[in-house]
């Protein structure tokens, strides 16, 4: 009885990190992006680089940090 009751704790836990996944993608590349609007503002250019630039880098953030998390996830399982 104990054991099942750990097991659906787990699941509940997998669950809940995976919903998470997506909240923590989107904050990041919107964080990115508005600090480079903000540089683009700050020191204009023709080709708003910095927001190019910073999103780019917020994307490749965001797919390491999944690819860390479910590493984890299934390491745990």
């Given amino acids: ?3 099942n009751k750990n097991q659906k ?3 509940n836990n997998k669950w809940l990190a995976l919903i998470n996944i997506p909240i923590q993608m989107g904050a990041i590349i919107f964080l990115f992006a508005y600090f480079g609007n903000k540089l ?3 020191y204009p250019n023709p080709h708003n680089i910095f927001v190019k630039i910073l999103t780019l880098a917020g994307v490749a ?3 390491y940090n999944i690819n860390r998390q479910l590493k984890e996830i299934n390491k745990s399982s």
Wanted: net charge negative.
């Fill in 1 to 3: 009885m104990m054991d």
């Fill in 9 to 11: 704790k787990q699941t």
């Fill in 40 to 42: 683009d503002e700050k």
């Fill in 61 to 63: 953030i965001a797919f």
